[in-house]
Antibody, heavy 112, light 107 residues
Framework: EAQLVESGGGLVQPGGSLRLSCAAS????????MSWVRQAPGKGLEWVSI???????YYADSVKGRFTISRDNSKNTLYLQMNSLSAEDTAVYYC??????WGQGTLVTVSS | DIQMTQSPSSLSASVGDRVTITCQAS??????LNWYQQKPGKAPKLLIY???NLGMGVPSRFSGSGSRTDFTLTISSLQPEDIATYYC?????????FGQGTRLEIK
């Protein structure tokens, strides 16, 4: 059974950085399409980024140039490096084995 | 970007009712459409993929249909555990946009 566990969320000041992790079990991260999706408080789902099994990575315009998706095959873990954070980035961040399985999410709060 | 428009935004129905949610794409997305169910305080769950295929463990009262720009999610007989927000998502072209969601409540 596939399982995804996100970590790394928390409170960060505007302009700061954070790295989210998504530890996977029950499947191989590098053989799957892996995504990050976020949900601002009380709002809908927003697609953030995808990392294809072949290595191609794509981003929403709202995070392009600030966020970087990556994976560590030895740890079977997906990451999201987030830089230059602003209040608009405050959300629960979900990782997903697209489209099949989702993690429980990790909350990122950007505030001074 | 492809815009996904769901209707209605919210819906109140009785147990046993047939419920229909629609999703319209701003351009042809072929059959590249998934539906997700999100219960309060929980992560989204894949409900239907590729327009009409049920996700793992999804009850047969859920069904999907449509093509190109117009898609429908149907619950044939609403159950109390179906209370959730439902989202469509296209994956025909990046960015893989979601609809704004349809909040389903029990009357």
């Amino acid at each position: 059974e596939a399982q995804l566990v996100e970590s790394g969320g928390g409170l960060v000041q505007p302009g700061g950085s954070l790295r989210l992790s998504c530890a996977a079990s029950g499947f191989i991260v590098s053989s799957n399409y892996m995504s990050w999706v976020r949900q601002a408080p009380g709002k809908g789902l927003e697609w953030v980024s995808i990392l294809y099994s072949g290595g191609g990575a794509y981003y929403a315009d709202s995070v392009k140039g600030r966020f970087t998706i990556s994976r560590d095959n030895s740890k079977n873990t997906l990451y999201l490096q987030m830089n230059s954070l602003s209040a608009e980035d405050t959300a629960v961040y979900y990782c997903a084995r697209t489209p099949w399985d989702w993690g429980q999410g990790t909350l990122v709060t950007v505030s001074s | 970007d492809i815009q996904m428009t769901q209707s209605p935004s919210s819906l109140s129905a009785s147990v046993g009712d047939r419920v229909t949610i629609t999703c319209q794409a701003s351009q042809d997305i072929s059959n590249h459409l998934n539906w997700y169910q999100q219960k309060p305080g929980k992560a989204p769950k894949l409900l239907i993929y590729d327009v009409f295929n049920l996700g793992m463990g999804v009850p047969s009262r859920f069904s999907g249909s449509g093509s190109r720009t117009d898609f429908t999610l149907t619950i044939s007989s609403l159950q109390p555990e179906d209370i959730a927000t439902y989202y469509c998502q296209q994956y025909d072209d990046l960015p893989y946009t979601f609809g704004q969601g349809t909040r389903l409540e029990i009357k």
